[in-house]
Nanobody
């Protein structure tokens, strides 16, 4: 059993900052890529950023220069530091981990999501 638990969402004014965290726990052998996705009301879930086990990061254009993804491999945790937030960043943010389960196979796991609202 593997769980991804996100935290750090909330209401913030435009131009503000938030830091999301996602901790993976359970029968984890090894985690490869970790990432953050978001889903705005009425829209499909979209990629925000990913980070490899070695720390290579990728961002979608709308968040480049404003968001920073990082991870702590010892704690199986991924973070998303969000700055200069805009109303269009409002969404439910989900973390994702591609990982090997102890005694099992390779699977993608998702967190339950954390709401981010950017509004004045």
């Amino acid at each position: 059993q593997v769980q991804l638990v996100e935290s750090g969402g909330g209401l913030v004014q435009p131009g503000g900052s938030l830091r999301l965290s996602c901790a993976a726990s359970g029968s984890i052998f090894s985690i490869n890529d970790m990432g953050w996705y978001r889903q705005a009301p009425g829209k499909e879930r979209e990629l925000v950023a990913t980070i490899s086990k070695g720390g290579i990061t990728k961002y979608v254009d709308p968040v480049k220069g404003r968001f920073t993804i990082s991870r702590d491999n010892a704690e199986n945790t991924v973070y998303l530091q969000m700055s200069s937030l805009k109303p269009e960043d409002t969404a439910v943010y989900y973390c994702n981990a591609a990982l090997w389960v102890v005694g099992g196979g390779f699977t993608n796991y998702w967190g339950q999501g954390t709401q981010v609202i950017v509004s004045s």
